[in-house]
């Protein structure tokens, strides 16, 4: 998984009309109000129905994620024995990263609850495929690498659905809690998800874990459309861009969105955010593809396991403790946390024994999972609401790229250097970060996620525009 720290993990404009219709008390249903600044005395995110609904959507889509992604890595893997397919396997589950660009304006220019919902009806008839090719005797690693793309496509929108959707449901005081919730499903559960992916299938076999699939998104398609999604502050009641640019094709008015994500973060400290992000994403893919390598030389596949689960656990608790870290100066976190990350991956590497392996390589994770939340709530506060989605797809695909292209080396370079060196030199993603920040005073002078405003990141907006 991604370190998150240029999450997509997303605040629309006007081209979702949907409005809340329920009715609802106002502890019940916490929505942003225009020209009221929010206060620590308002009510508990879990009095937010609409928030309650989404956590549990998002919670229960994740799951259905991990799962089939374990379930696809084993079939792969036990129908040919080939790593180099299974390598090629993964780097296609882990394409959504590099293909996030191309949801970002889709996200922006759509009714945000029918392209949630839809994403989630089409990976559960999807998955469907291969259970009713394993019953049929048809199930071959040709049609399974021919459905993965299709699960894959189904998933882009997910990412800056996120950080688009959330600004509408909750108020700008508790995005940083919401984005921290959310992470502990989007972040850091995705690895104890793939742990227990694992037992299933022992126990109950590949396809059978294909539809049980099936039945999470169906659950997660009916907790989405549970979600009231009012109009945002910025529809002043204006033509909306779709409707104002009849006369363009829409191939020109989705290149002109991209631009205007890529024109919002040209000359802005996220630039060089996303450099160090791609650097460790480019780690983690490598990692990836040889951590069953490296947990079977440790001890089989139960080192294995407890590995993925350790992963999970520090990115979780990274999630957890992110709000708590909102005061300090976010240059200063990059430095030291993932600097200590780095030497915590380190000695995992080369610690004497499995469980002290484990409990290191898990530690390691912690940075991360702080870093992912806090830069999700810092894309929110910063950038205008109207391009999130395609800023966060930029983003994403920027520093999510690296993902794909470091599992397929990773299997050749172990290969090559061996299991061990190649996981030690893989701790180098997290270390490039701390050693950027601490070279580059403009990063390590960076203010808090509770000071951020656009002027401390270069972000420039429309109004700022004039007068230079």
């Not at 079939?75 to 959504?96: K, Q």
């Not at 993965?148 to 950080?163: E, G, N, R």
């Not at 690895?191 to 059978?208: K, W």
């Not at 791609?278 to 001890?299: E, R």
Request: charged share 15%.
């Amino acid at each position: 998984m991604p370190t998150g720290s240029e999450s997509p993990p997303s605040s629309g404009d006007s081209h979702d009309a949907e409005s809340q219709t329920d009715q609802e008390s106002p502890a019940d249903h916490e929505s942003p109000t225009a020209g009221t600044a929010p206060t620590d005395s308002q009510p508990s995110l879990w009095r937010n129905r609409d928030f309650r609904r989404f956590f549990a959507g998002q919670f229960v889509t994740n799951a259905g994620d991990s799962l089939y992604t374990v379930a696809v890595l084993w079939l792969v893997f036990g129908l040919s024995g080939s790593t180099v397919l299974t390598g090629i396997a993964n780097s296609m589950l882990l394409l959504p990263w590099l293909l996030q660009i191309l949801a970002g304006p889709v996200v922006d220019r759509l009714p945000l609850k029918p392209v949630l919902v839809g994403s989630q009806v089409v990976q559960g008839v999807v998955v469907l495929v291969l259970p009713l090719a394993a019953a049929t005797g048809n199930l071959t690693v040709g049609v399974i690498l021919a459905v993965v793309p299709l699960l894959v496509l189904s998933t882009l929108v997910m990412a800056p659905m996120q950080t688009t959707l959330l600004p509408r449901i909750v108020p700008e005081t508790r995005l940083s809690k919401a984005n921290s919730a959310l992470a502990t499903v989007t972040l850091g559960l995705d690895m104890v998800f793939d742990a227990l992916g694992g037992a299933f299938i022992a126990v109950f076999g590949a396809t059978t874990l294909f539809l049980f699939d099936s039945v999470t998104f169906a659950l997660a398609a009916l907790l989405f459309a549970g979600v009231g999604i009012g109009r945002d502050d910025s529809d002043d009641g204006q033509p909306s861009e779709v409707e104002d640019d009849t006369d363009e094709s829409v191939l020109g008015a989705y290149l002109d969105d991209l631009r205007a994500g890529i024109d919002t973060l040209r000359g802005s400290v996220f630039v060089e955010l996303i450099l160090m992000t791609a650097v460790a994403n480019f780690a983690v893919g490598v990692t990836l593809a040889i951590l069953p390598s490296f947990g079977d030389g440790l001890g089989g596949p139960a080192v294995y396991g407890l590995l993925l689960g350790a992963l999970g656990i520090g990115r979780l608790a990274g999630s957890v403790v992110a709000p708590y870290l909102e005061d300090v100066q976010y240059g200063r976190l990059l430095l030291v946390g993932h600097s200590l990350g780095a030497v915590c991956w380190l000695a995992a590497v080369y610690a004497p024994t499995p469980a002290l392996t484990v409990v290191l390589f898990g530690l390691s994770w912690v940075p991360a999972g702080a870093s992912g939340v806090l830069t999700a709530t810092l894309n929110q506060t910063v950038f205008p609401k109207e391009l999130l989605g395609r800023v966060s797809s930029v983003k994403g695909t920027a520093s999510g790229a690296t993902l794909p292209l470091g599992s397929l080396v990773g299997g050749v370079v172990a290969a090559v250097l061996g299991t061990q060196t190649t996981m030690g030199l893989a701790a180098f993603g997290f270390g490039f970060t701390g050693l950027y920040t601490l070279l580059r005073p403009r990063i390590r002078g960076l203010p808090s996620v509770a000071d951020a405003d656009p002027a401390a990141f270069d972000v420039t907006t429309a109004g700022d525009g004039d007068g230079g």
